[in-house]
């Protein structure tokens, strides 16, 4: 009764990741959340893997330690259907294809995940804080926009909000450069928040043009002489 509802993906080892959502045309049915695995030179599909969570939402993050790719798991927004707090951050390995289950559940997060970023800190051995960090989107029951920080390793959830809106927030995104971008996407005041990744800090906050809905990073590769 589903469809695949691709919905964002990321290419890592050799393969292409494709976030499929598995939902009936009038979405009122969620089906378990899969992932298409691609050779990009073919564009045949390997194989689709199970997930454990409803509605992998976003490009997954590339964990910058172990490689392991980061799925935000949606579950069931609040709308036509009640809300259905039935995912969090779900991780598999790209290399051995496995599904390492959910490393957050979305009950200690305490909403529908939408988005999720890993970031190296950049911090110094015995600074106190961690080697790397998550931070995920999160719609709350009340349908607050809030950004929540957590161990992507360990699956601890850190206390508190390190960011909240009035506003839709479509997007966390990770620099490479120890920065985190938050995608605010208000009619009146359009902007990006640049926060510090290891304390989560509001750096700055410039204003746009027009509400962003995306973030796209670029790398720039500088040879030496």
């Not at 564009?43 to 490689?67: E, I, Q, W």
């Not at 909403?111 to 709350?140: H, K, M």
């Amino acid at each position: 009764s589903g469809t695949p509802r691709a919905d964002g993906m990321a290419l890592t080892e050799g393969r292409l990741f494709v976030g499929l959502q598995n939902i009936n045309g009038a979405f009122t049915e969620y089906g378990p959340g899969r992932v298409a695995v691609i050779a990009p030179v073919t564009g045949v599909v390997d194989r689709a893997l199970t997930l454990n969570g409803k509605n992998p939402f976003g490009p997954p993050a590339v964990h910058p330690t172990t490689g392991d790719l980061y799925f935000a798991m949606a579950g069931t927004f609040r709308g036509g259907l009640a809300q259905e707090l039935s995912g969090g951050v779900e991780v598999i390995d790209p290399r051995s294809l496995t599904v390492l289950g959910l490393r957050v559940d979305d009950d200690a997060l305490g909403g529908n995940v939408s988005s999720v970023a890993l970031a190296e800190t950049l911090a110094t051995a015995g600074s106190g804080f961690p080697a790397v960090i998550g931070y995920c989107v999160i719609t709350t029951p009340a349908g607050q926009n809030v950004v929540r920080a957590f161990d992507p390793d360990s699956g601890a959830v850190y206390a508190g909000a390190v960011w909240q809106s009035a506003s839709f927030l479509p997007e966390v995104v990770a620099d490479g450069d120890g920065w985190i971008l938050i995608v605010e996407h208000d009619i009146t005041t359009p902007r990006v928040l640049f926060l510090e990744a290891a304390t989560g800090a509001l750096i700055a906050a410039p204003q746009l043009s027009l509400p962003p809905f995306s973030v796209a990073v670029l790398t720039r590769h500088v040879t030496g002489v």
